[in-house]
Structures are given as structure tokens and as C-alpha cells.
């Protein structure tokens, strides 16, 4: 889908009001090291037509400060090859979701090393923090990205991707696989694929 030129020109730049950062260098050993535990900040507007929640950042996103940064992440493409955008954005791009109403946040802010590092209670808190977001900020659909996450935080241990009977609000759910290229379950073609049903019934909801 198109940007949407109605967003404002701040809405669309990163933090300050600085154009979107060009991909820079990767970061040392050390400085991914260093990276555990920092917050990656959110991509988020009012009433957005998703909002994407991915599980906690990666060690690589947090110290680029972007979400979905490492390198095999296919967040990026499955989001272009769906149809959600109309080129690929690189993970220094984010702040440009919000000209095609998309967002991102985490169902935990602090980043680690790997996903199950984080503890079933911290997901638990992860998931009322969430609630809290998408009621002031009131997306069409969130999309919680990570199957295994999504049933520890919100107390659905047989839920499978696709729409939710979870509502927040106004807002309607969605669950998607991680897309990290650690998730061996679903190859990118299956992967564009559960994107663009998403696509679908977002578009097909009349939101914004």
C-alpha cells in the first residue's frame, strides 16, 4: 500500500524530527554486549491500522536503536512481499511505518540474546503494559509476533496464528510467527503469507 500523505511530516521522521537514519555500520561485540537490557523506542501514532508487537528487541536492535535489526530478520520483507508497504523499508527506516499506518512496540522492552531469556511473569507484565498502550492509542489490529509469547502473556496456551477472540478495546487481534530467521517453523514464503492475510483483513475492516 501507498504512504499516506495525510501524516504529518514529524509523524514520518525519526526522533527530533531528523529524516530517517541511512543503515550504518554494525555494531562491535562489545557494543551488543552492552546492549543488554536498553529499550528500542516505539513506532507508534493514534489510530494506526496495525500495530506490530514484536517479542522483546535483539541485542543487534537495541544497539542500533531499530526495531527487527538483526541481520536474517525477515520482519521487513514479509511486510513489503504482503503488500503492507510499497518498497522494502531497511530497519533504519521504521519511523516510516507510520506514513502506511503500521507501528511497532514490544511485548517486553528490554533487550536480550534470545527470546526465551525472559521469564513467564515478566511476559505476563509485558502483556498488561500492552493493554494499556493499544487502549490510549487505539490501533485497528495488533499483531503480536511470536506464537509461544503471545500464549504465556495472555493465557492462551492452544491459541494459533490468525485472528484472536482477545479484544482490546476497539482493537482487534492478530497473531503472526516470529518472523526472526531463528523460527525454522515457518519459511518465508508461509511467512508472506500469514502477513498478507493480515493485510487483507485489515484493509477489508474499513480502517484507516
Excluded at 557494543?31 to 535483539?58: H, K, M, Q, W, Y
Excluded at 530478520?73 to 516510516?96: E, I, K, M
Aim: charged share 20%; with cysteine.
Amino acid at each position: 500500500m501507498a504512504p499516506n500523505p495525510a501524516l504529518s511530516s514529524v509523524e514520518a521522521m525519526g526522533v527530533g524530527g531528523k529524516a530517517a537514519e541511512k543503515p550504518g555500520r554494525r555494531p562491535s561485540p562489545a557494543e551488543l554486549a552492552a546492549a543488554r537490557g536498553r529499550r528500542v523506542p516505539d513506532v507508534i501514532a493514534p489510530g494506526l491500522r496495525v500495530l506490530f508487537c514484536g517479542v522483546n528487541p535483539s541485542l543487534w536492535s537495541a544497539a542500533v536503536g531499530h526495531h527487527f535489526a538483526r541481520p536474517g530478520n525477515r520482519f521487513w520483507v514479509a511486510l513489503h512481499r504482503s503488500g503492507f508497504t510499497d518498497r522494502q523499508l531497511s530497519p533504519h527506516q521504521d519511523r516510516r511505518l507510520l506514513e502506511y499506518g503500521l507501528g511497532c512496540t514490544n511485548l517486553v522492552a528490554r533487550a536480550t540474546a534470545r527470546a526465551d531469556e525472559l521469564e513467564p511473569e515478566e511476559l505476563r507484565r509485558g502483556a498488561e503494559r500492552l493493554r494499556g498502550l493499544v487502549l490510549a492509542r487505539r490501533p485497528a489490529w495488533l499483531a503480536v509476533l511470536g506464537l509461544s509469547a503471545y500464549r504465556a502473556a495472555f493465557a492462551r496456551p492452544s491459541a494459533t496464528a490468525g485472528p484472536q477472540p482477545e479484544v482490546i478495546g476497539d482493537t482487534r487481534v492478530w497473531l503472526l510467527p516470529n518472523p526472526s530467521g531463528r523460527n525454522a517453523h515457518h519459511q518465508l514464503p508461509a511467512l508472506v503469507t500469514v502477513f498478507a492475510e493480515l493485510r487483507a483483513a485489515a484493509e477489508g475492516s474499513g480502517a484507516d
